[in-house]
């Protein structure tokens, strides 16, 4: 009885995991059925590259993928320094209490919904860009979405950031104390050369925060379908594409192209997670 | 003389970075706060009708939070529940019986799964409502159902990773006691190992309430729209809250409704803040800090 019990509960287990498992290949498999017909020309990686335009039976995602790169690289650079600073403030430059104090309240950033963050942008972020930037138009762009995002993936940087100090030895920290070193010089010598894996992995993870997140870029980056010029022009994310789709057609293939961002956005997704595991097992980790 | 300049400026840096990070968020709570608190209170949430004649749903709430309020509940409480059994159960799997080829398979497409964009997992059950559309049943679109599976994907992976970590977490000394005494890996697993990491995989399951409380991407190509009233079926539409709030940002025709909006941002932030304490406290006071607690064990 016990050897049945025993042998059901393993496979209930294992069909559990595998399960799981296999849901992230479901995904794949469902985007892929889906854009097969633009994909099936061989026509996937031109389509990357080509203008959209309905009108003349254009359907490439050239506005899109350049939306994404800016809008989400744009963001990286305002939240790097942000982190790092935050990191280095926790790491030793500031008073423990207040380092404590600040660990808990980015991780509370971390549960703070985009949607909210999208909402704020609108009223009170979107009217101050509109007035500092003339060339801004209605201040619905490239700049306002990315100050925004980069509230939203620097509490990631973050944490991986300061995973990446955590995991310095401690027998060098401790050597370089007794060497009198001061909180500064410890910082620079010891813990920030040996960090370095863990603020690649955290740019990588921020950088995949960013291209994954909608609702940001759909509220307040404008979803003008053109290749920006400029970080003041508006602009469309692969992800507010998807948001947008208009379902009235599901035979168009401007309904097709929708799994092509989609597909995009999943290997781009893959590619990173894979990344980050190399970087981790490096680290001794995984 | 060079580090000492560097490090001022490193300082200064560092100060400078807190600042602003902390400022800038408390400053646009504080906005969200100071412009949205007026508008709370029960006409926000129940409009003109009787508070309990709309919790027992005898009547209809038209212009008030309620029905998405409800919306957000019965799709967070469904998915989370579908997640929960498989989660937990791949979890243990993943902790206990998996080998190391099986760990790195696995443990690769779960972290694929975890970085999915969430729009991209909308993109899926939307494409699955298509699909059920066309091959089974005709009168099949996107509902309640639809962005309850979906969710369920959402946060799969972080109920298995959190009960994967948490048991893999226990000492030795908890892992053999029970197998020692004759008890088999099953009778281990289920009277000792799980109630042992209770608290971390509780913690989990918390901040997974909140991510699926406010996902908006996937809900809105899933079945949910503006105005639907309370939820009656799994086969119908529904309303939620972090949708209310983006279609409020663009829709407003009216003071009032956008009032309306800061409301209910004030509310989800709200849930998102308590259900992000409550999995912080369990956390600490179930699991205790490491050391001390598993002193007393064996004192």
């Known amino acids: 009885m016990t050897r049945v019990t025993q042998q059901t509960a393993r496979i209930v287990f294992f069909i559990s995991a595998a399960a799981s498992a296999m849901a992230a290949a479901l995904v794949f498999g469902f985007l892929l059925v889906f854009g097969f017909p633009l994909i099936g020309g061989g026509e996937f990686f031109s389509l990357l590259a080509r203008p959209w335009s309905p009108g003349q039976g254009l359907y490439g995602f050239l506005p899109m993928t350049m939306g994404t790169a800016a809008i989400s690289f744009l963001s990286i650079v305002f939240a790097f320094p942000l982190s790092l600073g935050t990191v280095c403030f926790m790491g030793g430059l500031g008073p423990a209490r207040i380092s404590r104090l600040l660990d808990g309240f980015v991780r509370f950033m971390t549960g703070i919904p985009t949607v909210i963050y999208g909402f704020l942008g609108i009223f009170l972020l979107v009217p101050v860009v509109r007035t500092l930037f003339t060339s801004a138009g209605s201040g619905m762009c490239i700049l306002s979405a990315s100050l925004m995002l980069s509230l939203l993936v620097s509490p990631t940087m973050i944490i991986f950031f300061k995973d990446g100090f955590d995991s310095v030895d401690f027998r060098y920290i401790r050597a370089a104390d007794a060497l009198g070193a001061d909180s500064v010089q410890r910082l620079i010598y010891v813990i920030l050369p040996g960090a370095w894996p863990g603020i690649v992995t955290g740019v990588i993870m921020g950088l995949g925060r960013a291209m994954g997140d909608t609702l940001i870029a759909l509220m307040i980056a404008g979803n003008a379908v053109h290749v920006p010029g400029s970080i003041l022009d508006s602009a469309r994310t692969l992800t507010s594409h998807i948001a947008l789709v208009s379902a009235s057609d599901y035979e168009s293939l401007a309904f097709k192209s929708i799994f092509a961002c989609g597909l995009t956005l999943y290997v781009l997704n893959a590619l990173a997670v894979i990344a980050v595991r190399r970087l981790g097992r490096k680290r001794g980790q995984v | 003389m060079n580090i000492r300049i560097l490090g001022g400026c490193l300082r200064v840096f560092s100060w400078g970075a807190v600042l602003l990070l902390t400022g800038s968020v408390l400053v646009l709570l504080g906005y969200l706060l100071v412009k949205g608190v007026p508008s709370l209170g029960r006409e926000l949430i129940f409009g003109q009708v009787d508070v309990l004649d709309a919790v027992l749903l ?16 019965s799709v967070v409480l469904l998915s989370v529940g579908l997640a929960i059994p498989v989660g937990v159960c791949a979890g243990i799997y993943m902790s206990e019986f998996a080998t190391v080829l099986q760990q ?80 088999t890996r099953v009778q281990n697993i289920f009277y000792v190992l799980l109630p042992q990491s209770f608290s971390g995989i509780l913690s989990g399951i918390i901040l997974a309430i909140g991510r699926c409380a ?31 709030i983006y279609y409020i940002s663009s829709q407003y025709t009216d003071a009032t409704e956008l009032m309306s909006g800061y409301g209910a941002a004030i509310i989800l932030l709200v849930v998102c803040a308590v259900l992000f304490v409550l999995a912080f406290i369990i956390k600490r006071r179930l699991a205790g800090p490491a050391g001390p607690v598993a002193g007393e064990f064996h004192g």
């Open chain 2, 58 to 73: 005898r009547k209809r709430v038209f212009d008030g939070l309620f029905p998405a309020i409800a919306g957000t509940l």
């Open chain 2, 104 to 183: 790195r398979v696995f443990g690769l497409m779960f972290d694929i799964l975890a970085g999915i964009p969430s729009i991209v997992i909308g993109l899926f059950g939307f494409s699955g409502a298509i699909f059920i559309h066309k091959y089974v049943s005709n009168d099949f679109r996107p509902c309640l159902a639809v962005s309850v599976v979906a969710l369920a994907f959402l946060v799969l992976p972080y109920i298995t990773r959190t009960t994967q970590a948490s048991m893999q977490g226990l000492s030795i000394q908890t892992r053999q006691a029970a197998l020692a005494l004759g008890a």
């Open chain 2, 214 to 244: 406010e996902d908006t991407a996937v809900i809105m190509l899933t079945g949910v729209v503006a105005t639907a009233g309370i939820p009656g079926s799994l086969l119908g539409s529904y309303e939620a809250l972090p949708f209310y």
